[in-house]
């Protein structure tokens, strides 16, 4: 299923991104209650790089497992 990026993470006023809810990015679970900046990579994937993307994810068990990120049209 598809997803507005802002739908699963909060911009954080000091540049920093937290989920909203716990998603799964390849090893990786993340509660709402961890927050991350720039530069942090899970299962190599540097979210960062995503802002404003789409996000192709999947509901199991209350988690949301994040499969990949759509590329964007004006980066």
């Not at 699963?8 to 909203?20: A, Q």
């Not at 942090?40 to 540097?46: D, L, M, Q």
């Amino acid at each position: 299923m598809k997803y507005d990026f802002d739908a699963i993470f909060r911009r954080n006023p000091d540049g920093t991104i937290t989920p909203r809810r716990t998603i799964q990015i390849g090893s990786a679970t993340l509660g709402s209650s961890v927050t991350f900046g720039s530069g942090v990579s899970f299962s190599g994937v540097n979210i960062f790089n995503y802002v404003g993307a789409a996000v192709e994810a999947d509901e199991e068990n209350g988690i949301l497992i994040i499969r990949g990120f759509y590329q964007r049209l004006n980066p």
